[in-house]
Protein backbone atom coordinates (compact mmCIF):
# COMPACT_ATOMS: atom_id res chain seq x y z
CA UNK A 1 0.00 0.00 0.00
CA UNK A 2 1.01 3.94 -0.18
CA UNK A 3 0.89 6.26 2.24
CA UNK A 4 0.17 9.98 0.95
CA UNK A 5 0.81 12.93 2.92
CA UNK A 6 -0.23 16.65 1.37
CA UNK A 7 2.09 19.83 3.18
CA UNK A 8 2.09 23.32 1.82
CA UNK A 9 -1.61 24.77 1.93
CA UNK A 10 -2.83 27.88 4.09
CA UNK A 11 -4.33 31.49 3.64
CA UNK A 12 -3.28 33.40 0.71
CA UNK A 13 -4.47 36.73 -1.21
CA UNK A 14 -6.61 36.24 -4.43
CA UNK A 15 -4.01 36.59 -7.09
CA UNK A 16 -1.26 34.93 -4.63
CA UNK A 17 -0.17 31.70 -5.37
CA UNK A 18 0.82 28.51 -2.75
CA UNK A 19 2.55 25.56 -3.72
CA UNK A 20 1.20 22.07 -2.13
CA UNK A 21 3.18 19.08 -1.65
CA UNK A 22 2.71 15.08 -1.72
CA UNK A 23 4.84 13.03 0.08
CA UNK A 24 5.04 9.37 -1.03
CA UNK A 25 5.87 6.14 0.87
CA UNK A 26 5.05 2.56 0.75
CA UNK A 27 6.13 1.31 -3.18
CA UNK A 28 7.86 2.31 -6.26
CA UNK A 29 6.63 6.11 -6.76
CA UNK A 30 7.55 6.35 -10.40
CA UNK A 31 5.12 3.02 -10.66
CA UNK A 32 1.90 4.77 -10.72
CA UNK A 33 0.19 8.27 -11.98
CA UNK A 34 -0.94 10.65 -9.30
CA UNK A 35 -3.30 13.25 -9.08
CA UNK A 36 -5.02 16.23 -6.95
CA UNK A 37 -8.48 16.73 -6.10
CA UNK A 38 -10.20 19.74 -4.21
CA UNK A 39 -13.56 19.50 -2.22
CA UNK A 40 -14.82 22.60 -1.37
CA UNK A 41 -17.63 22.96 1.54
CA UNK A 42 -20.97 21.99 0.57
CA UNK A 43 -19.45 20.82 -3.01
CA UNK A 44 -18.62 16.99 -4.27
CA UNK A 45 -15.12 16.37 -4.42
CA UNK A 46 -13.53 17.57 -8.17
CA UNK A 47 -10.90 17.11 -10.36
CA UNK A 48 -8.04 19.09 -10.52
CA UNK A 49 -5.26 17.66 -12.19
CA UNK A 50 -3.27 14.72 -13.17
CA UNK A 51 0.17 13.24 -14.45
CA UNK A 52 1.39 10.05 -15.32
CA UNK A 53 4.28 8.15 -14.02
CA UNK A 54 7.28 9.80 -15.61
CA UNK A 55 5.82 13.28 -15.63
CA UNK A 56 5.52 13.70 -19.46
CA UNK A 57 2.01 13.43 -19.82
CA UNK A 58 -0.46 15.81 -17.54
CA UNK A 59 -4.57 16.69 -17.26
CA UNK A 60 -6.39 19.45 -16.36
CA UNK A 61 -9.79 20.77 -15.37
CA UNK A 62 -10.56 23.28 -17.22
CA UNK A 63 -11.38 25.70 -14.28
CA UNK A 64 -7.38 25.73 -13.29
CA UNK A 65 -6.02 25.15 -16.76
CA UNK A 66 -3.32 27.99 -17.06
CA UNK A 67 -2.66 28.89 -13.80
CA UNK A 68 -2.10 25.71 -11.89
CA UNK A 69 1.01 23.01 -12.94
CA UNK A 70 1.46 19.83 -11.64
CA UNK A 71 4.67 17.88 -11.45
CA UNK A 72 6.29 14.99 -10.35
CA UNK A 73 9.88 13.91 -9.27
CA UNK A 74 10.03 10.67 -8.53
CA UNK A 75 13.99 10.61 -6.75
CA UNK A 76 12.11 12.48 -3.32
CA UNK A 77 8.90 10.28 -4.24
CA UNK A 78 6.82 13.95 -4.36
CA UNK A 79 4.13 15.17 -6.79
CA UNK A 80 3.78 18.94 -6.54
CA UNK A 81 0.74 21.32 -7.34
CA UNK A 82 1.64 24.83 -8.29
CA UNK A 83 -0.97 27.35 -7.78
CA UNK A 84 -0.52 30.63 -9.80
CA UNK A 85 -3.83 33.05 -10.15
CA UNK A 86 -5.86 32.00 -6.80
CA UNK A 87 -9.12 32.69 -6.83
CA UNK A 88 -11.52 32.79 -3.96
CA UNK A 89 -13.46 29.64 -5.62
CA UNK A 90 -10.30 27.83 -5.67
CA UNK A 91 -11.14 27.77 -1.98
CA UNK A 92 -11.14 23.99 -0.64
CA UNK A 93 -9.71 21.08 0.70
CA UNK A 94 -7.04 19.48 -1.49
CA UNK A 95 -6.00 16.01 -1.64
CA UNK A 96 -3.78 14.20 -3.70
CA UNK A 97 -4.09 10.46 -4.74
CA UNK A 98 -2.66 7.24 -6.65
CA UNK A 99 -4.06 5.52 -9.35
CA UNK A 100 -2.09 2.13 -8.16
CA UNK A 101 -4.07 -0.56 -10.89
CA UNK A 102 -3.23 -2.07 -13.66
CA UNK A 103 -5.37 -0.97 -16.59
CA UNK A 104 -6.18 2.58 -15.23
CA UNK A 105 -5.81 5.18 -18.06
CA UNK A 106 -2.24 6.71 -18.19
CA UNK A 107 -3.32 10.05 -16.87
CA UNK A 108 -6.13 8.94 -15.18
CA UNK A 109 -9.27 11.87 -14.35
CA UNK A 110 -12.19 10.69 -12.39
CA UNK A 111 -11.58 9.68 -8.56
CA UNK A 112 -13.03 5.72 -9.27
CA UNK A 113 -9.48 5.27 -11.27
CA UNK A 114 -7.51 6.43 -7.43
CA UNK A 115 -7.59 4.02 -4.84
CA UNK A 116 -5.28 5.94 -2.25
CA UNK A 117 -5.60 9.03 -0.55
CA UNK A 118 -3.82 11.71 1.59
CA UNK A 119 -5.57 13.55 4.47
CA UNK A 120 -5.99 17.15 2.86
CA UNK A 121 -4.70 20.52 3.10
CA UNK A 122 -6.68 23.13 3.49
CA UNK A 123 -6.42 26.32 0.71
CA UNK A 124 -8.15 29.19 1.69
CA UNK A 125 -8.43 32.35 -1.09
CA UNK A 126 -9.55 35.80 0.52
CA UNK A 127 -11.15 38.02 -1.96
Known amino acids: QVQLVESGGGLVQAGGSLRLSCAAS????????MGWFRQAPGKEREFVTSINWSGGRTYYADSVKGRFTISRDNAKNTVYLQMNSLKPEDTAVYYC????????????????????WGQGTQVTVSS
Open 26 to 33: GRTFSSYA
Open 97 to 116: AAALRIGVPSVPRTSAAFDC
